[in-house]
């Protein structure tokens, strides 16, 4: 399964949100820690404190009063004489404890000395007031300040990545042009001072430019070697009508396939020069009959595949005119044909037209579902019971065209039952 991917935008926003948690989750822990300290340990020892006190003041003065304070209030009983206790102060037993007295929930801390029984109450509330003014409020100050300062981190670090955000941006919506590489829009970016972008900057300038000096020399080896390859290639389908004319060898089966071989080489060359040309916009659209097209490229390819036990219809069940250039259909048609001719040692080949787009179908020796996967790799060719030589390069160039025009190319085969091949046009390209 692939992963979800996520922007560096996103990334930042989840630490910052986690660093946010992390202060809130440890700041409720500290309080949390700091009232069961403060309860459990401070104010016990202090009642303890304050008990220990009133004995010995006590034992100094026999008539000392307990404590009664805005804060803490004692009771004092004597030989089990509860009468000046709270009702709910009676059945407590001496220790440590918090229990509900007249509405309110105080803590009590109970001693005994001899026939005597102390009780303090304190009253936290008016204590918690005050650590609430003293001691959470700075607090919540602090949790603030916190806050900002991540706030502030969380800024500085976007403000760091942003110029790689919008480099990667910039990347992305680039569009290449013919002729070069596009320009890439990065003088805001030129002007940060800052040494890892203007490195990054650099590198990706020095990077554009090695790769225009590539695919300039491969367009300008591909279109000089096209066009060079031409005249040789003049050259000889002259020599070969001289010595038709010379020795009446026109349907000499040699001849023709040296024929055939010149023809493919031909195609190859006007296809090379097609595909080195980066725009769809470079050739003119015209309105090409899909079904004159057919017929037109099928008389050239039987003349040169007399030689083969191969029958071929057409269906014409619509007539079909597409906008576009005439060379590229050309091509396109060709190359379809002339596969379904090489890998049809014998039996019949069906050209089917309809409304969107055309089909040519064999009886031939078809494809493996693994061989139909691996058929548009360059120098590829399927294996099967035919003697036809070729370059491995024919459904390559009908993928290539196919994907500049946005034609959706469809191959379907079973392996000794034949090949059926369907090229489907946008209606938006189709005249009506």
């Known amino acids: 399964m692939a992963k979800n991917k996520t922007t560096l935008h996103a990334k930042l926003i989840k630490v910052f949100l986690i660093q946010v948690a992390l202060i809130s989750l440890v700041t409720v822990g500290g309080i949390y820690a700091a009232k069961v300290m403060v309860e459990g340990m401070l104010v016990r020892k202090a009642l303890e404190g304050e008990a220990q006190h009133f004995w010995e003041m006590r034992e100094q003065n026999p008539n000392f009063s307990p404590p009664d ?27 440590y404890q918090r229990t509900k007295v007249n509405q309110e929930t105080p803590i009590v801390y109970i001693e005994d000395k001899g026939n005597q029984r102390l009780y303090l109450i304190f009253d936290e509330v008016k204590v918690s007031r005050l650590a609430l003014l003293f001691g959470i409020l700075p607090l919540a100050g602090v949790l603030v300040v916190l806050y900002i300062l991540a706030w502030i981190a969380y800024r500085q670090s976007h403000k760091a990545v942003s110029p790689i955000v919008k480099l990667a941006k910039s990347v992305r919506q680039a569009e290449i042009r013919y002729g070069s590489l596009p320009d ?18 650099g590198a990706l300038d020095q990077f554009t430019q090695r790769l225009e000096l590539f695919i300039d020399r491969e367009r300008h080896f591909t279109r000089d070697a096209s066009h060079e390859l031409r005249t040789p290639i003049a050259v000889i389908r002259s020599a070969m009508e001289l010595l038709e004319r010379r020795y009446d ?91 379904a001719f090489n890998y049809t040692p014998q039996g019949n080949i069906v050209i089917k037209i309809w409304e969107q787009g055309f089909s040519i179908t064999d009886s031939g020796v078809g494809m493996s579902e693994q061989q139909v996967k691996n058929v548009f790799e360059p120098f590829y060719r399927g294996e099967g019971n035919n003697n036809e030589k070729g370059y491995g390069l024919g459904m390559t ?18 392996l000794g039952k034949g090949t059926e091949v369907s090229v489907h046009f946008p209606k938006s390209q189709i005249e009506i």
């Open 69 to 95: 304070t805005m804060n803490l209030k004692a009771y004092l009983s004597t030989n089990g004489d509860y009468s000046s206790l709270p009702k709910d102060l009676i059945h407590l037993s001496p220790g």
């Open 184 to 201: 890439f829009d990065l003088q805001e970016l030129r002007d940060i001072p800052d040494d890892e972008v203007s490195s990054l900057v």
């Open 249 to 339: 060898v026109a349907n000499d089966k040699t001849m023709r396939r040296v024929y055939r071989t010149l023809y493919d080489m031909e195609s190859l060359i006007e296809t090379l020069l097609i595909l080195a040309r980066e725009e769809k916009a470079v050739l003119p659209l015209q309105d090409v009959d899909i079904n004159s097209m057919a017929l037109k490229q099928l008389d050239t390819l039987e003349s040169l595949f007399k030689d083969k036990a191969v029958s071929v219809s057409v269906d014409e069940q619509a007539k079909l005119v597409v906008k576009a250039p005439e060379s590229v259909v050309s091509i396109l048609m060709s190359n379809l044909l002339r596969n």
């Open 397 to 414: 160039i009908v993928k290539r065209l196919c994907n500049r025009y946005d034609w959706h190319l469809r191959v379907t085969s079973e």
